[in-house]
Structures are given as C-alpha cells and as structure tokens.
C-alpha cells in the first residue's frame, strides 16, 4: 500500500489531499502544530495517523520521521503544505513577521525532504510536491515575505528535483490560486476577494478539493515522468495579464 504524509494536514488544503488519498487507497499520516484541528480531523478521516509537530523545528522533523518510520516503514509521499500568510507593507515588517513567515515556508520544506529523503528513496523513489502559490510567480503589494518565501519554494523545488532525481524521487510544485481556507480569509479583505475575482479567468475561487486533485495527480504513479514542474492551480490567474476585466465589460456591453 502506497503511503504519504501531509504537512500542515489538519485542515484547508492539506486536509483536502490526505481526504483524496485516503479515497485512492493510501495509507495517510498528516502533521500539524494545532493539535487542537488535528484531533477535529482525525475524528473526520478515521484511518488518518496524527503527527502534532511543527516543520520549523528540527527536533520535532526528527521526530516526525522516526514516527513514520515505526507506524509505515516506508514513505512514497511527501506533501510540503504547512504554510503561514501575513501580508503587510515593507517598512510594516519587521524582521519577527519575515522569520515567521521564512520558517515555516521555506525553512519547513527544506528541513522535511532532507530529513526523508532517505525513506522516499528506498523501495525506487517516491515523489514530494511542495505548495508555493500564485503570489510566488507574480508580485503583488503586502507579499514582501509571503511572495518571497513562496518564489524561494519554487527554486528550492527546482533545485530538489535536480538533485534527488538521481536517486529516484521526482518533486515538483503546486501554485494555487486563491481558495477560501482559513489562511486566505485571515488576508483576504473584501477588495482583494473581488480583485481576485477580477483577475482570473475562472471568475471565482478554487475548492480545496480542485487543489488537491493536482497535488494527487503530482504524487501518483500518472505523473511518473514529471519533475522540477510547477504546475499553477490557479484558475487561469498566472496566463493573464493586465486589461481581463476591460475586457469582459466591453464583452458585456456588446
Ligand atoms: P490553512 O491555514 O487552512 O492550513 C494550513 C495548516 O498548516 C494549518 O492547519 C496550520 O496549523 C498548519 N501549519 C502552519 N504552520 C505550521 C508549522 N510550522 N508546522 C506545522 N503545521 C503548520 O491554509 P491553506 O489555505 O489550506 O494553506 C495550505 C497551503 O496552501 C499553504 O502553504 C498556503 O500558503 C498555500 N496556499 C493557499 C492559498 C489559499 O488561497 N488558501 C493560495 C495559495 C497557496
């Protein structure tokens, strides 16, 4: 039975993609520092095993792999989804607000492929997709240490892929667009949610479901030639450019 571990797993997105492996026939664990959701959701997905750590601290990623060690005994799976937003202007954040946001983000991802890469590479090689996001690919105002820390991800992808596809693992990227989670609506002002809807060709916001789907597909044996891709979940937001909504109230009027 293939197996995966989810971080950030607890709910939105990650809770999402373990939901959807479970469905596939997977063995799932998912790691989360709220402890608290990680309860609510073990209740939810019944045969989900349940890591409390935080993927900024190397202390709790080693131990993270040893449980996984004990519980599967092998990892074909690693989803890098823990993630934190804060949007704010530069001179606004203060080098506290960058570190917090770096450490998850970005320190988190690197520290839990390192720490498993041994796992992934036994049996033939497993898969990692990390979760960067649109604000990676294209800048926007108050994403100083967001957008940073997602555009990072996306070179750390590149340069894993690079590296570990030699012994077998293949890792690669999903970018998703905006999805009414508890992180998004945490920044998301009403004006940012109409932009959003706005800028993207969709015309709405993502399901957690329609990111995960991509994220699975990404694990599974179906994308066993792809690595070093970030695939954009994103409704279409990464193709356009300036003038979509000129557009569409010309297209309207006619
Ligand atoms: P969410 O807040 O619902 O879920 C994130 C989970 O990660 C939470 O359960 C949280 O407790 C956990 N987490 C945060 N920091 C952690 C840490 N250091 N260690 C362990 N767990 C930690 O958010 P979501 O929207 O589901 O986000 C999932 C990922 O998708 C994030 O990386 C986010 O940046 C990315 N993303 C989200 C959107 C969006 O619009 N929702 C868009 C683009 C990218």
Excluded: C
């Excluded at 095993?49 to 060690?69: H, L, N, W």
């Excluded at 108050?142 to 077998?168: D, N």
Aim: charged fraction near 20%; proline fraction near 3%.
């Amino acid at each position: 039975m293939k197996t995966a571990l989810i971080t950030g797993g607890a709910r939105g997105i990650g809770l999402a993609t373990a939901k959807g492996l479970v469905e596939m026939g997977w063995k799932v664990a998912i790691l989360d520092r709220d402890v608290e959701a990680l309860e609510t959701a073990g209740q939810e997905v019944e045969t989900v095993t349940q890591i409390a750590a935080d993927v900024s601290r190397p202390e709790d990623v080693a131990r993270a792999v040893a449980e996984i060690t004990e519980d599967f005994g092998r990892l074909d799976g690693l989803v890098n989804n823990a993630g934190v937003a804060d949007f704010g202007p530069i001179r606004e954040t203060t080098f506290e607000r960058w570190r917090r946001v770096m450490e998850t983000n970005l320190d988190g991802p690197f520290l839990m492929t390192q720490a498993f890469t041994d796992l992934l590479a036994a049996d033939g090689g497993g898969a990692v997709v990390n979760i960067t996001s649109i604000s990676g690919l294209r800048a926007s105002t108050l994403r100083v240490a967001y957008g940073t820390s997602k555009a990072a991800l996306a070179q750390l992808t590149l340069q894993q892929a690079a590296e570990l596809g030699e012994i077998g693992i293949r890792v690669n990227a999903v970018a998703p667009g905006p999805v009414a989670t508890k992180l998004a609506m945490a920044v998301h002002s009403p004006e940012i949610i109409a932009a959003y809807h706005d800028a993207l060709p969709l015309n709405r916001y993502g399901k957690e479901e329609e990111i995960a789907s991509a994220i699975n597909f990404l694990l599974s044996d179906k994308a066993s030639f792809i690595t070093g891709q970030i695939l954009a979940a994103d409704g279409g937001f990464e193709a356009t450019g300036i003038g979509l909504p000129a557009l569409r109230a010309d297209a309207a009027k006619e």
